[in-house]
């Protein structure tokens, strides 16, 4: 991927599978995606929309001794209209220059990292959580697919 001459290469990330936070539904549901030996700057995230209407994305810090989710981005649209079809399955980029200031490109941007093996480990520092909303009852599955991110040179 070439964006206004700046050298962009694929990163080693991993998305985890859709994780409800309870058994009944409506609930929170997320998919966590996690980096890998990344030694530039994160810069876009590519993936195609399976019946999503809108997503937020937190990103794991530490404050204080504490580790937290901080929001990055709030309330991306990916539908114009939950309830149909038409755009459901459409691809997105997301250019982390769209994030939050509170977006800590450092925490991604490191030269070792592993994939954590276990479900019930908390995920590592600099991890995103996407929270993943779709109101529609008609849609029993949504979830992002084929995702890939993106690496620059770029200051």
């Given amino acids: 991927m070439q ?9 080693g990330c991993k998305l985890s599978s859709v994780i409800a936070t309870r058994k009944e539904r409506p609930c929170p549901m997320y998919q966590d995606l996690i980096f890998e030996k990344i030694n530039m700057p994160l810069h876009t995230i590519l993936f195609r929309n399976y019946y999503i209407a809108w ?5 794991r810090q530490r ?3 504490t580790l937290c989710w901080i929001p990055v981005l709030k309330n991306e ?10 755009d459901a399955r459409a691809w997105h980029e997301l250019e982390v220059s769209s994030f939050e200031a509170s977006f800590d490109n450092s925490l991604i941007n490191r ?3 592993s994939f954590s093996t276990k479900e019930e480990e908390d995920p590592p ?19 992002i697919q084929d995702l890939k991110c993106f690496s620059t040179n770029a200051p």
């Avoid at 520092?125 to 979830?143: D, K």
């Fill in 3 to 11: 964006i206004e001459n700046e050298l962009e290469e694929e990163t």
């Fill in 63 to 65: 404050h204080e001794n």
């Fill in 55 to 59: 997503i937020s994305i937190f990103q």
């Fill in 111 to 113: 030269k070792t990292s």
């Fill in 77 to 86: 649209r990916l539908m114009v209209d939950p309830h149909c079809e038409e």
């Fill in 125 to 143: 520092l600099g991890t995103l959580r996407i929270m993943i909303m779709q109101p529609s009852p008609m849609w029993p599955s949504f979830e």
